[in-house]
């Protein structure tokens, strides 16, 4: 097990050089669940691809609903955009 913390304050869990706060090599597990924080930002890119963030309350349509999104690569193309994966209504 290698955990590594740096003066920047990003710690390392499987890996030397953590780029983020938290930062881990390999497959995460929580018995409990996770929390995130409300994610707020539109920017969609390759950086961002892969993140799953939750919006909280908003509209969609006539209908105020909590959205989990995912960043994704548009199919065929080099632009990424934020995907609804989940409403409170059900799958999207």
Request: glycine share 12%.
């Amino acid at each position: 097990v290698i955990i590594t913390t740096q003066s920047t304050s990003n710690v390392g869990v499987g890996n030397t050089t953590p780029g983020h706060k938290l930062d881990v090599t390999g497959r995460i597990k929580a018995s409990k669940g996770v929390q995130v924080g409300e994610e707020t930002s539109t920017t969609a890119n390759a950086a961002s691809e892969g993140t799953i963030r939750y919006r909280g309350a908003i509209s969609v349509g006539s209908k105020t609903v909590s959205v989990v999104e995912m960043c994704m690569q548009v199919s065929g193309t080099p632009t990424y955009a934020w995907k609804i994966i989940y409403q409170t209504a059900g799958w999207v």
